[in-house]
């Protein structure tokens, strides 16, 4: 599937140990040919999770192609292979052994959900393979101090924990909520995010009334009615895209009228679109942002929508195109032979910004992913779907002083 | 369930007592008895709807009789109460059936099928079958050859690797019949063994059913519309009608008998019985 | 008291959506012997349709139901006539996997016709509130409710009282005897897919204005049909409904009074044992055998 | 000496399943209003031969014509329409049906309803065991009941031509006396009736025309007086095992 | 001569055959010939085969249909990661008990079958599988919930250290184990007596066959299977999570079992390559058609079903045909 031409001997333990080495001695990384560099990713680009794994893809291409459009790296065209592993964690390990090993792509852009990527983190560390973007929000991914095998982990994604914290430190800090309720779905991220709120509400000492619904609930009325009694002053919806509807229609047809906060995978303007009716004069929806459509960022934007065409508005393509702009920076900045090692240096040199606003330093082996956050939210008065920025991006400590 | 008397049974294999069973409203069988001597071939008649399935279902534990008791001999000449038993605990007392509409595995081969009879005779367990012990080969290996044995003294050894689906009516019928016979029964239930079957085939049948009772010193009851082999092969004949007794004796008495003509035979075809 | 009704009155919607699919599930079983599970992706793919005219060719909302349910008559014929039809030597669990295999086309399908963005599917009546006892229940909510038994009443009078009806069961207990009788099986079964899909597109509008259109929309109402079917026993076509209610009801009253993470697992445990002691389900019994 | 004029036509009927070849080119005639059997031993083709005229079975070779119709590929419920109706091998009740209901089926191409009450009344008349169980399953009833059953459906339809495989099995000699009594009335109403009996004595009795089967073959015809004397008959055809 | 063609004709023979041809897979991949990733997705296959053997006992054999096996091989692989990577037990330990928890509970389920069945059974086990399923997600210290629970690839008897390669014989070797058992147990007294019980109820109870005891013994070989099945998949894949033990894999199963061929072992083996490996292998490297590979193994499952009701076992038959039709014509 791919061309081998010159100078693609190194093999899979990504052997050049020296960074120092002198540029003449050291070899090419595996992947990297006269013409081109190829990565790869395999995502669930069918079935139930195609929603998210195509535009998520098609981000990752959109950039790639304005890359390429704008002279390539180097003089080398980036070209992205892809294997749709259907969330099943044997095919996407297959996928991944087949790309370092047959394939021998140079690195792993945007490894996708959670079961497949905590299924072969271990291969990858293994591998060393320069892996940069995780589309999950996993705790295993969470390093501050990555040496040796483990620097080869670059995750850009906001980690769900780390939202959930976030979202009771706004309630806190910006609305002064003291008794919050949470509705969070049974998958990994409303678990995730509850596991953040229920730690931060520990530490602020303010009480939490949880209700679970299932993933894809239709009918979630029984937590709400549950909040509902309970009077509480602020609503964490702690679900991602196909329940967050559910949640705030059912809040609002039950006359809750407390706001609403969000996790950042639903700041899309299709989600504000589908509830903005039921919620305008009740209440307010915010939403956490790890981007920002403000001011200088719109120019980003503006590019953004002009290469991806049909999902001008996603927030998955918006993630993808991130993913593949981390992953560029890095290259950019090795200048001469390109190595996995030379490229991992460089992506810790100094932080990288994100081209929708924000910046994440992998600098001294940390691997944190993005720990700052806006808040937008819902503008009642665009029927098409609108989130306005109400907070720039904070860290929890500047958001509670 | 407690036996407070035990029946004579000399010379008896099955001693019916005033079993009834009803569905609903609906008495099916009333208040019925009868006993069946050692190797005899007792037949059981009468119209649609007396009760006949619904007897040997009594007996072969399928349905629970309301009332009555139903004594049966076993291999060992033990008396056994066989409302003491499961249905699948019968045959292992030497009492086997077959079935008014053919019961048998339409994917399995004709001399599996008539393995299955010979179930509760095997002795190998689960893990001398899955490791293939010997002991579980040999044991095999010898219920096939009695299978085929049977095969060959019903004429139909040359299906025996055939499979079941798609055989006509009448070999079912023998197959069902091989069935029976691979455990060694005291008593064999056989309902409507000639439903199907073409007139020649009948009078094969006949002989047959006599020769298996001699040969294999069992008892059997008969269920049967057709007249010729009822009045050809039975010893003796118990009458039923709505479910109670009619009438009982050789098939000559039978046969006279004013009310079996009335509530059964029908003028005319007594007189083909005669011919 | 208001808060149970509430309970109450939100479930029976619920419950009418969970009976319109299971209703669904019923007619094809009964008819062409195959247990759908692929009722409920069909819906959603029909629920996609009536979303794209309402949205994208901007027709009112009741032409693009009414769209819908041509959409969904239409995609009936065509599984039964291209697919149903040449399953006649195929056993009834093969059958159950050949709707698994349409799972997968029609997953494969939508994102590529409708896009991948979750949509926005209004209600019918937008506005409004009833206040009943202490509770609140939408116009909406109400017309859902009131439309969804009118629909069973109907189907309940056709199957139950007319030559149509008794011409479906024959289908369903013996096909090839019906036949011998002059019913046109055929036509029948091909109107079961066509009536099963559209209860299946009128359960996904009802169900998309609580959420949204995607992918999953109706995962869950499937599951519940299935069990709901079960639970009413497949032998007649007003168990399944009723079983519907029951599940929509007893979940939320589990939910709320016992717990929102254990509610739901509750409840199938609940009808397992029930099951135990009614094999059959609450109003079918046991078709007796006899040898 | 077959006077009427021919009603149902087949002409070299080939039937297999899968690689069994169960009619092997067979030729029938059947005349308005008469009664004619078809004979021969297990598995000759004779319930092949009649689930082919109705319908039921798809043939690989040859025709079927109804009066001056092709019915060779039309589709079972057609034909049953045209007014052939069946009492099928194995009785086929509709089992979780009550016995009123298994009727009402009976009737199903039937229009009007006063024909309707009047085929009740006499199926009722027939089979007075039937009336008593209408509302019990048919699942439940007896061997021979379910075959009365069976047969009293297939009444119900009112047909031009009846296909009768094997009524007389599992019933009472009493009943079976009454069938035949059945069929003999009913051809004097004028109905055509074809059918397969074991017992070929006693259908030779009732019989017009006869046809005897062997291996998916006729191997003899001609009409049911003559044959009945055939000594051939019953050596030669009868009792192929 | 003859004890040559005694050999050939041998199942036993045949079962071996084919256990040393699929042990050179990881060769070819090493030389290039095959891809590594068929290393991965063959293995995978193999163990989505075994649990399929064990579900095609219960429902090809004795007729009782199950939507909980996916419950099943999920609860063994935690069982399994959870007793080597929390209690520090050795493997062959954590297989016993992997192996022997799951299987009491399918034995549970086997009770219940006694009263419940055909579509209500399978429902009612799917609710079991839902329950089991919610469990995995909801006992965060034994599955580790939503993030899912690592394992190891395991040391055999302590000193045999496995890699993916070894993980992969080991597979195999189990494989190859499983299908001539099952074709020992199915080909004598038990498969007539499960095959009389699903044919007619009412003669095999007659035949002797007591029901309880025997549908007991297809649920505890089919969950034995699938938990088989489960410890290998986890230490294999190193890794569970609670939505992989869905509905959808249970249906799989089912999917494997039909279109390879109901009471076929070879059947079973096909199908899921069917179903699992040919997406991977062939589908997904068609051009043009990469994004349609979902819709076009829908389509592949329902046309198999269509032409081959029976199980693509089948299709040897028409192979033959064509072969000797293509022969005849050549000659
Ligand atoms: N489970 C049941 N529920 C209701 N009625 C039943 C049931 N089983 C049998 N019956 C009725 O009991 C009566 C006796 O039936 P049974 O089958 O014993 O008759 P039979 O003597 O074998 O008749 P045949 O010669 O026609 O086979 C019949 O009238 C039948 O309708
Ligand atoms: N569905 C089928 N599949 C395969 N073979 C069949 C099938 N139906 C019938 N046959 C075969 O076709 C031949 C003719 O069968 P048919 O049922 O027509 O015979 P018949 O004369 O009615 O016999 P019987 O007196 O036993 O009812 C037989 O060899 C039979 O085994
Ligand atoms: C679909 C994925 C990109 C997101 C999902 N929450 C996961 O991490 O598994
Ligand atoms: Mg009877
Ligand atoms: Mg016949």
């Known amino acids: 599937a791919c061309s081998n031409e010159p100078a693609d001997n190194s093999t899979a333990g990504g052997e050049s140990e020296g960074t120092e080495a002198p540029q003449d001695a050291l070899e090419w990384a595996q992947g990297i040919t006269d013409t081109q560099i190829i990565v790869a990713n395999s995502a669930a680009t069918s079935g139930a999770f195609a929603p998210v794994g195509v535009p998520f893809n098609a981000g990752i291409e959109a950039y790639f192609k304005k890359i390429n459009g704008e002279g390539g790296i180097q003089g080398r065209d980036i070209v992205f292979t892809h294997v749709d592993d259907e969330f099943?964690?044997?095919?996407?390990?297959?996928?991944?052994?087949?790309?370092?090993?047959?394939?021998?792509?140079?690195?792993?852009?945007?490894?996708?959900?959670?079961?497949?990527?905590?299924?072969?983190?271990?291969?990858?560390?293994?591998?060393?393979?320069?892996?940069?973007?995780?589309?999950?929000?996993?705790?295993?991914?969470?390093?501050?101090?990555?040496?040796?095998?483990?620097?080869?982990?670059?995750?850009?994604?906001?980690?769900?924990?780390?939202?959930?914290?976030?979202?009771?430190?706004?309630?806190?800090?910006?609305?002064?909520?003291?008794?919050?309720?949470?509705?969070?779905?049974?998958?990994?991220?409303?678990?995730?995010?509850?596991?953040?709120?229920?730690?931060?509400?520990?530490?602020?000492?303010?009480?939490?009334?949880?209700?679970?619904?299932?993933?894809?609930?239709?009918?979630?009325?029984?937590?709400?009615?549950?909040?509902?009694?309970?009077?509480?002053?602020?609503?964490?919806?702690?679900?991602?895209?196909?329940?967050?509807?559910?949640?705030?229609?059912?809040?609002?047809?039950?006359?809750?009228?407390?706001?609403?906060?969000?996790?950042?995978?639903?700041?899309?303007?299709?989600?504000?679109?589908?509830?903005?009716?039921?919620?305008?004069?009740?209440?307010?929806?915010?939403?956490?942002?790890?981007?920002?459509?403000?001011?200088?960022?719109?120019?980003?934007?503006?590019?953004?929508?002009?290469?991806?065409?049909?999902?001008?508005?996603?927030?998955?393509?918006?993630?993808?195109?991130?993913?593949?702009?981390?992953?560029?920076?890095?290259?950019?900045?090795?200048?001469?032979?390109?190595?996995?090692?030379?490229?991992?240096?460089?992506?810790?040199?100094?932080?990288?910004?994100?081209?929708?606003?924000?910046?994440?330093?992998?600098?001294?082996?940390?691997?944190?992913?993005?720990?700052?956050?806006?808040?937008?939210?819902?503008?009642?008065?665009?029927?098409?779907?609108?989130?306005?920025?109400?907070?720039?991006?904070?860290?929890?400590?500047?958001?509670?002083? | 369930m407690h036996i407070d008397h035990q029946p004579n049974m000399d010379g008896l294999v099955l001693k019916i007592e005033n079993l009834s069973i009803a569905f609903g409203g609906l008495k099916a069988v009333d208040d019925l008895s009868f006993e069946i001597k050692e190797n005899e071939v007792f037949g059981l008649i009468g119209p649609n709807g007396a009760g006949k399935t619904t007897a040997f279902n009594c007996i072969t534990q399928f349905y629970r009789p309301d009332s009555g008791n139903i004594y049966f001999k076993d291999r060992k000449g033990k008396v056994q109460n066989l409302l003491e038993h499961g249905v699948h605990e019968i045959i292992e007392l030497g009492l086997v059936r077959t079935f008014q509409n053919v019961e048998l595995i339409r994917e399995l081969s004709i001399i599996d099928n008539v393995l299955i009879g010979a179930h509760t005779d095997f002795n190998a367990t689960i893990f001398d079958q899955a490791f293939r012990l010997p002991r579980a080969v040999k044991e095999e290996r010898r219920m096939r050859q009695k299978a085929y044995e049977i095969l060959e003294t019903l004429g139909i050894e040359d299906r025996a690797d055939q499979l079941v689906g798609g055989q006509p009516y009448g070999i079912l019928k023998k197959v069902e019949f091989a069935r029976s016979l691979i455990s060694d029964p005291k008593l064999i239930i056989l309902d409507e063994p000639a439903a199907g079957l073409n007139d020649t085939e009948t009078m094969e049948l006949s002989k047959r059913i006599r020769r298996i009772s001699k040969e294999l010193n069992c008892a059997i009851l008969l269920v049967e519309h057709d007249m010729r082999l009822v009045m050809d092969v039975c010893d003796r004949i118990c009458a039923i009608s709505f479910g109670k007794f009619l009438a009982k004796g050789t098939p000559k008495e039978i046969k006279e008998n004013k009310d079996v003509q009335v509530a059964y035979l029908g003028i005319e075809v007594t007189e083909n019985a005669e011919e | 008291?208001?808060?149970?009704?509430?309970?109450?009155?939100?479930?029976?919607?619920?419950?009418?959506?969970?009976?319109?699919?299971?209703?669904?599930?019923?007619?094809?079983?009964?008819?062409?012997?195959?247990?759908?599970?692929?009722?409920?992706?069909?819906?959603?793919?029909?629920?996609?349709?009536?979303?794209?005219?309402?949205?994208?060719?901007?027709?009112?909302?009741?032409?693009?139901?009414?769209?819908?349910?041509?959409?969904?008559?239409?995609?009936?014929?065509?599984?039964?006539?291209?697919?149903?039809?040449?399953?006649?030597?195929?056993?009834?669990?093969?059958?159950?996997?050949?709707?698994?295999?349409?799972?997968?086309?029609?997953?494969?399908?939508?994102?590529?016709?409708?896009?991948?963005?979750?949509?926005?599917?209004?209600?019918?009546?937008?506005?409004?509130?009833?206040?009943?006892?202490?509770?609140?229940?939408?116009?909406?909510?109400?017309?859902?409710?009131?439309?969804?038994?009118?629909?069973?009443?109907?189907?309940?009078?056709?199957?139950?009282?007319?030559?149509?009806?008794?011409?479906?069961?024959?289908?369903?207990?013996?096909?090839?005897?019906?036949?011998?009788?002059?019913?046109?099986?055929?036509?029948?079964?091909?109107?079961?897919?066509?009536?099963?899909?559209?209860?299946?597109?009128?359960?996904?509008?009802?169900?998309?204005?609580?959420?949204?259109?995607?992918?999953?929309?109706?995962?869950?109402?499937?599951?519940?049909?299935?069990?709901?079917?079960?639970?009413g026993g497949f032998q007649t076509f007003y168990g399944p409904v009723l079983g519907a209610y029951i599940i929509g009801i007893g979940r939320n009253l589990l939910l709320y009074y016992g717990s929102s993470v254990w509610g739901g697992q509750i409840l199938y445990i609940l009808i397992l044992v029930f099951l135990v002691f009614r094999p059959h389900g609450l109003i079918g019994k046991k078709i007796i055998k006899k040898v | 000496m077959r006077k009427n004029k021919t009603l149902l036509k087949i002409e070299n009927l080939v039937v297999r399943y899968g690689a069994v070849e169960a009619l092997k080119g067979i030729n029938m005639e059947v005349n308005e209003g008469e009664i004619v059997a078809i004979l021969g031993a297990n598995g000759a083709g004779k319930t092949s031969t009649l689930r082919t005229i109705s319908g039921l079975v798809e043939s690989s070779g040859g025709s079927i014509v109804l009066g001056d119709q092709d019915i060779t590929k039309t589709e079972a419920e057609k034909i049953s329409a045209m007014g052939i109706g069946q009492s099928p091998e194995g009785r086929q009740v509709f089992r979780d049906f009550t016995v009123e209901e298994n009727l009402k089926i009976g009737a199903f191409t039937i229009k009007d309803k006063a024909q309707i009450e009047s085929n009740f009344n006499r199926v009722y008349g027939y089979f007075p065991v039937l009336k008593e169980r209408k509302n019990q399953s048919a699942s439940t009833l007896s061997g021979g009941e379910q075959q009365m059953l069976a047969i009293a459906r297939a009444l119900m339809g009112s047909p031009k031509i009846l296909l009768l495989d094997e009524p007389s099995l599992g019933l009472a000699p009493l009943i079976v006396q009454d069938i035949m009594d059945i069929v003999k009335e009913i051809k004097q109403e004028g109905t055509t009736v074809i059918i397969v009996e074991q017992n070929a004595a006693q259908t030779l009795k009732i019989a017009d025309y006869a046809y005897v089967l062997e291996l998916g073959q006729v191997k003899m015809h001609g009409e049911a007086s003559k044959l009945k004397n055939d000594p051939h008959l019953i050596e030669a055809y009868l009792g192929a095992h | 001569m003859n004890t040559i063609k005694k050999i050939i004709k041998n199942p036993y023979a045949h079962f071996i055959l084919l256990g040393v041809l699929l042990l050179f897979v990881p060769v070819l991949a090493e030389t290039g010939i095959f891809k590594v990733s068929y290393i991965t997705t063959l293995g995978g296959a193999f163990i989505f085969a075994i649990a399929a053997l064990g579900l095609n006992i219960l429902l090809g054999f004795s007729g009782l249909i199950s939507l909980g096996t996916s419950g099943f091989m999920g609860l063994a692989a935690y069982v399994s990661a959870y007793v080597t990577m929390d209690m520090n037990l050795p493997f062959e330990v954590a297989f016993l008990l992997a192996v022997l928890i799951p299987t009491l509970i399918g034995v549970l389920v086997g009770l219940v079958s006694l009263k419940i069945e055909g579509i209500y059974l399978a429902i009612a086990t799917l609710a079991v599988s839902e329950v089991l399923r919610k469990t995995f997600e909801e006992f965060d210290f034994f599955t580790n919930g939503f993030s899912g629970k690592n394992a190891q690839y395991p040391t055999l008897l302590g000193t045999f250290e496995l890699d993916r390669t070894g993980m992969y014989y080991l597979i195999v070797v189990v494989l190859v184990l499983i299908m001539i058992l099952t074709y020992n147990l199915v080909n004598g007294r038990l498969g007539r007596a499960l095959n009389a019980m699903r044919g007619s109820e009412a003669a095999?109870?007659?035949?002797?066959?007591?029901?309880?005891?025997?549908?007991?013994?297809?649920?505890?070989?089919?969950?034995?299977?699938?938990?088989?099945?489960?410890?290998?998949?986890?230490?294999?894949?190193?890794?569970?999570?609670?939505?992989?033990?869905?509905?959808?894999?249970?249906?799989?199963?089912?999917?494997?079992?039909?279109?390879?061929?109901?009471?076929?072992?070879?059947?079973?083996?096909?199908?899921?390559?069917?179903?699992?490996?040919?997406?991977?292998?062939?589908?997904?490297?068609?051009?043009?058609?990469?994004?349609?590979?979902?819709?076009?193994?829908?389509?592949?499952?329902?046309?198999?079903?269509?032409?081959?009701?029976?199980?693509?076992v089948y299709a040897r038959y028409d192979i033959k045909r064509l072969f000797n039709k293509l022969f005849k014509k050549g000659a």
Do not use: C
């Open chain 1, 88 to 401: 099943d964690p044997v095919k996407g390990k297959a996928a991944l052994s087949s790309f370092v090993e047959d394939e021998k792509v140079f690195a792993i852009v945007g490894h996708f959900g959670t079961p497949v990527v905590a299924a072969t983190l271990e291969d990858l560390k293994e591998y060393g393979i320069p892996a940069v973007y995780f589309a999950t929000g996993i705790g295993q991914l969470y390093n501050d101090k990555a040496e040796g095998r483990e620097r080869n982990i670059f995750p850009v994604q906001p980690i769900y924990r780390t939202e959930g914290q976030i979202m009771v430190a706004r309630a806190v800090g910006d609305f002064g909520a003291s008794k919050i309720g949470v509705i969070y779905t049974n998958d990994d991220a409303g678990k995730d995010m509850l596991w953040g709120a229920e730690t931060m509400a520990e530490q602020l000492d303010v009480e939490l009334v949880i209700q679970q619904v299932a993933a894809g609930a239709t009918d979630v009325s029984s937590a709400v009615t549950t909040i509902k009694d309970a009077e509480v002053d602020f609503v964490i919806g702690a679900a991602i895209q196909a329940t967050i509807p559910t949640i705030i229609k059912e809040l609002a047809a039950q006359s809750v009228n407390k706001d609403v906060i969000t996790t950042y995978v639903n700041v899309s303007p299709v989600i504000a679109e589908g509830v903005v009716n039921e919620i305008n004069g009740k209440f307010d929806v915010y939403g956490n942002g790890w981007v920002s459509f403000e001011g200088e960022r719109a120019n980003a934007l503006a590019e953004f929508a002009e290469y991806t065409v049909g999902y001008e508005t996603n927030v998955y393509a918006m993630t993808g195109w991130i993913a593949a702009h981390f992953f560029v920076e890095g290259l950019k900045r090795v200048d001469g032979v390109i190595t996995w090692d030379t490229y991992m240096d460089a992506l810790e040199e100094s932080p990288i910004n994100n081209p929708f606003g924000g910046q994440i330093d992998f600098g001294n082996g940390l691997r944190a992913g993005t720990q700052e956050m806006n808040l937008s939210k819902i503008n009642h008065d665009n029927p098409a779907g609108e989130w306005v920025e109400e907070k720039p991006l904070q860290s929890i400590d500047s958001i509670l002083n």
């Open chain 3, 1 to 231: 008291m208001s808060t149970f009704l509430q309970v109450v009155f939100r479930s029976l919607e619920t419950g009418s959506i969970y009976a319109l699919a299971a209703l669904g599930i019923i007619i094809v079983f009964r008819t062409s012997f195959i247990t759908n599970f692929s009722q409920g992706v069909v819906a959603m793919f029909n629920t996609f349709v009536v979303t794209y005219l309402f949205r994208t060719m901007g027709l009112p909302l009741w032409l693009a139901i009414f769209g819908g349910i041509i959409s969904a008559i239409l995609v009936g014929f065509l599984i039964d006539i291209v697919i149903i039809r040449h399953t006649k030597k195929v056993s009834p669990v093969a059958k159950q996997i050949i709707t698994l295999g349409m799972i997968m086309i029609v997953l494969g399908i939508t994102p590529l016709l409708f896009g991948v963005d979750p949509l926005r599917l209004p209600r019918l009546i937008e506005d409004g509130n009833l206040t009943l006892l202490g509770a609140d229940i939408s116009y909406n909510g109400l017309f859902n409710i009131v439309f969804g038994i009118a629909v069973m009443v109907t189907l309940f009078y056709i199957l139950q009282k007319t030559k149509v009806g008794l011409a479906v069961r024959a289908t369903a207990s013996n096909e090839h005897t019906a036949k011998l009788m002059g019913v046109p099986t055929k036509t029948v079964t091909l109107g079961a897919w066509a009536v099963a899909g559209v209860l299946g597109v009128l359960s996904g509008v009802m169900a998309a204005p609580m959420t949204s259109v995607t992918l999953n929309l109706m995962d869950e109402i499937q599951i519940n049909a299935l069990i709901a079917v079960v639970l």
């Open chain 5, 204 to 312: 095999s109870q007659a035949m002797g066959v007591n029901l309880l005891n025997h549908r007991l013994i297809a649920f505890a070989l089919a969950t034995v299977y699938a938990s088989v099945a489960g410890v290998l998949y986890v230490h294999f894949i190193k890794y569970s999570y609670p939505s992989i033990w869905s509905l959808k894999l249970s249906l799989d199963f089912l999917a494997m079992i039909i279109i390879g061929g109901l009471r076929s072992i070879y059947g079973t083996l096909i199908g899921a390559l069917i179903v699992f490996a040919v997406p991977d292998i062939f589908l997904k490297q068609l051009p043009y058609f990469n994004q349609l590979s979902y819709v076009l193994n829908g389509v592949l499952i329902i046309l198999v079903i269509i032409f081959y009701p029976h199980g693509l």
